[in-house]
């Protein structure tokens, strides 16, 4: 794979990535709310934003984790041939057999997840379960030897403009929408995109305000 493969691919994802964490963020505000202030205290002292802090971010992490859960932005992985006849679970795979992961599925699993369709970040705060492949009902990068080699860039090119979006601004639906009536409908396709474009309004974060009333 080349690095025009690994731009070119990661961004699509990634983007498609933000937009599900943002509007599933706007759609629960107190988990917005805690995202914020994680991000804001972290930066607060710098004033800005930048990427060796936001390693230190567990709350966001646990958010980006778990848009990819639930909104795996491939939701079917790259097809694998089998090498040999084998067996699994009782189901006979015959020799150049080609199969297709659905990581979208596994992500909703109830077997695995609980409340699978719920939103709840926290599921990963005291979790090992992460993103190398070892943990089969999560594999939204693949696993194995054919696992996708733009992880960390992939992860960077999402927590970096998110923890942006979280410091500059609040955030809020137009037209008195309520939260609870954002219209969530997939749309499927090589990546799941949302079947609606997110509209929203920001609201300009004023640093100095908190600041002063800080010192006061």
Not at 39 to 48: E, I, L, M, Q, T
Not at 153 to 168: K, T
Request: charged fraction near 25%; charge should be neutral.
């Amino acid at each position: 794979m080349s690095p025009y493969d690994i731009f070119t691919a990661g961004g699509e994802t990634s983007a498609t990535t933000i937009d599900w964490a943002m509007a599933e963020l706007v759609r629960n505000p107190g988990i917005m709310k805690k995202a914020q202030d994680e991000v804001r205290k972290v930066f607060s002292k710098k004033g800005r934003v930048d990427e060796a802090e936001v390693t230190n971010m567990r709350y966001l992490k646990s958010i980006v984790k778990e848009t990819l859960r639930l909104h795996s932005p491939v939701p079917l992985l790259l097809p694998r041939e089998s090498t040999e006849k084998c067996e699994i679970n009782g189901y006979e795979i015959p020799v150049k057999t080609r199969i297709v992961v659905n990581a979208w599925a596994m992500g909703r699993d109830p077997k695995y997840w609980t409340k699978p369709d719920s939103f709840i970040p926290e599921r990963f705060l005291d979790s090992s379960i992460d993103f190398k492949g070892n943990n089969f009902e999560y594999i939204p990068f693949g696993a194995g030897r054919r696992i996708c080699p733009g992880i960390s860039f992939g992860l960077i090119n999402v927590e970096l403009p998110l923890a942006y979006l979280l410091y500059h601004f609040d955030w809020k639906l137009p037209n008195g929408m309520k939260h609870e009536d954002l219209d969530m409908t997939e749309l499927f396709g090589i990546t799941v995109r949302r079947k609606e474009h997110l509209h929203l309004i920001p609201i300009a974060y004023d640093v100095s305000c908190v600041e002063k009333s800080q010192r006061g």
